[in-house]
């Protein structure tokens, strides 16, 4: 089995493994050089920020964001700073320190670090915008909001709706196509049923899903995740009857953050600030 993680991890420049040929439990991590405390993967590469808020990108991810790639490139050095930021597909969404999020313009293959930052007005907590262009974040209240429609075109244009349930006090969401997932404050676990397949569509009210979590990663069929004590967690079994899947099953290894994209990879931080890639 470990000759076949071996063989996804040299084949990941060409494209994802199919998940059948990936061990569900077992996990080959490989270390990338560098040090970051949050790391995001979208069809736009493999981007992240520093203890400094400085922000790097991963050369030669671009459209191949399960490649190892190359060296690390920072960002606007030194005049643009993120508290966070979310992969897309020729889009990073951000949250700058003053809170407000904020958009990289520019992104395609001829420049896979984009040209600008755009600034919007609102602000926000986390934000996190899928492959197709769904753009979810999480208000200063802890609220869930949306912009409506898929568009991952970097604009002020599109208004944004807050989520009436005010009653769950939510730190981190992700989109994908295994739907929208949030964490909230106390580590529960929650997923909006009818939100699979990254239509646009934000499904019904939050439902919880068992177990405690931190960080959450969204991927096709799957989403990854990590407790408070480091352990790394896969949700199986999503499908259009049952989009909250069957279970979870904890993989080998220990981060502090995680973010998945598609086929079995995911990128992760541990408390040191070490970087990870992981095949499973």
Known sequence: MLIIIFACLLLAAVGPCDATS???TTALWEQIEGALVKVSVGPAGVWGVNVNNQIWYRDDTYGTATNLGGDWTQVDEPIFSLMDLDVGDDVVWGIT??????????????????ETWKILKNKAKD??????????????LGQ????????????????????????LNLTQISVGEAGIWAVAADS???????????????????????????????????????????????????????????????????????????????????????????TF
């Not at 934000?127 to 200063?140: D, K, Y």
């Open 22 to 24: 990936c061990s569900a």
């Open 97 to 114: 320190l003053k809170g407000k999020l904020t958009c990289r313009k520019g992104i395609n293959e001829a420049t896979p670090q984009g």
């Open 127 to 140: 934000v996190a915008i899928s492959p197709n262009g769904q753009l979810v974040a999480i208000n200063e």
């Open 144 to 167: 869930f909001v949306y912009r409506e429609g898929l568009s991952s075109k970097c604009s002020r244009m599109g208004k944004w709706f807050a989520h009436t349930d005010s009653s």
């Open 188 to 278: 529960k676990i929650y997923y909006r049923p009818g939100s699979m397949g990254d239509t646009g569509y934000i499904g019904t009210e939050w439902e919880q899903v068992n177990g405690g979590l931190v960080s959450l990663g969204v991927g096709k069929d799957f989403v990854v995740g990590v407790s408070s004590n480091g352990q790394i967690w896969r949700r199986e079994g999503m499908a259009s009857s049952n989009s909250g899947g069957t279970g979870w099953i904890q993989l080998t290894g220990d981060l502090k953050v995680v973010d998945a994209y598609n086929g079995c990879y995911a990128w992760g931080v541990k408390r040191g600030q070490d970087i990870w890639l992981g």
